[in-house]
């Protein structure tokens, strides 16, 4: 099962992902993920996006392709996985069908001001990593992951400005890919407005019904 998860930021992929991924034991493999990583590690592919990441931009095509690449060479996506944040462009879609098929395109619709409404309220562990949220996923004690201790802040590209910018970037360059592959018949659009629960309900019916 190869699925690739599409979406505006802030749609819920992330989150859906990661609970379809546990329950068909396939890997979520999410290029934002990867390039924090990278960024962290301040390894020479890191080093060069950084910038990028933080102003709300797009990693080139060629970067991202050659790490998603990468990933997907290893041995546990045997049984499928969920790409989430790739492809983002029709030059990357066109370089993956090179080095591996997909099965379906889900595609999870929300408004601009759903969009704004959730990236704003997002909150990080600067340790950990561990997500939270203003108003759905509220830590134990205000500004202090229940994890691990660590201090909780506003991920540069979850600031006001950068949130505009990716919505500009996605309408741009990232939504064009609703077409492509509806014109490829593997499209399957899931209203991602809702509570969490519902979406993985009709997310999971989706691939069930695959």
Known sequence: MKLIFL???????????????????????????????????????GKKVQAIIESGDLVPDSLTVELVKERLDKQDVEKGYILDGFPRTIVQADALSEFSSVDAVINFTITDEQVIKRLAGRRLCKACGAGYHVDTIKPKKEGICDKCGGELIIRPDDAPEAIKNRLSVYYKSTEPLIDYYSNKNLIKDVDGSGAVDK???????????M
């Open 7 to 45: 979406g505006p930021p802030g749609a819920g992929k992330g989150t859906i992902a990661s609970r379809i991924c546990e329950e068909f034991e396939i890997p979520h493999i999410s290029t934002g993920d990867l390039f924090r990583k990278a960024i962290k590690e301040q390894t020479d592919l």
């Open 199 to 209: 979406v993985i309900k009709d997310t999971r019916a989706i691939i069930a019904s």
